[in-house]
Nanobody
Framework: QVQLEESGGGAVQAGGSLRLSCAVS????????LGWFRQAPGKQREFVAA????????SYADSVKGRFTVSRDNAKTTVYLQMSSLKPEDTATYYC??????????????????WGQGTQVTLLS
C-alpha cells in the first residue's frame, strides 16, 4: 500500500516562503509521477505543480509559475514544493499525490492513484 505524508505547512506572512515535503512509502518511488494540489475553503481542489518520474518534466499552474518550484529526491522518496512570494490566495490545504502515469506530466486529479492527507498553509495578511 502506497502512503503519502505531507509536512511543512503552517502560517506565514504574505511575501514569505514555505517548503512542503511529502514522504512516500510502500511503493517504488521512481515509478511515480508526483503532483501537488490544493483546496481553499469553499473551492474545488486544483492542480498546483507536478514532476515526472525522472524529474526532467515539470508542470505548474499559471497562478504559481515563477513562485513555486517542485522537485523530488528519489533517494529520500520525497517530493518537495518550495513556495515563495506567497500571497493570501495561496491559503489552502495542500495535498501531494502519486500517479503511475507515464508520458506527459499529469495535471488531472483523476490520473493520480494515491493521495496524502494534506497540510494546511495559511497566509497572514
Amino acid at each position: 500500500q502506497v502512503q503519502l505524508e505531507e509536512s511543512g505547512g503552517g502560517a506565514v506572512q504574505a511575501g514569505g516562503s514555505l517548503r512542503l515535503s511529502c514522504a512516500v512509502s510502500g511503493g517504488i518511488f521512481s515509478l511515480y509521477s508526483l503532483g501537488w494540489f490544493r483546496q481553499a475553503p469553499g473551492k474545488q481542489r486544483e492542480f498546483v505543480a507536478a514532476i515526472n518520474q525522472n524529474g526532467r518534466s515539470l508542470s505548474y499552474a499559471d497562478s504559481v509559475k515563477g513562485r513555486f518550484t517542485v522537485s523530488r529526491d528519489n533517494a529520500k522518496t520525497t517530493v518537495y514544493l518550495q513556495m515563495s512570494s506567497l500571497k493570501p490566495e495561496d491559503t489552502a490545504t495542500y495535498y501531494c499525490a502519486a500517479s503511475r502515469n507515464w508520458g506527459s506530466v499529469p495535471t488531472a486529479e483523476a490520473v493520480y492513484d494515491y493521495w496524502g492527507q494534506g497540510t494546511q498553509v495559511t497566509l497572514l495578511s
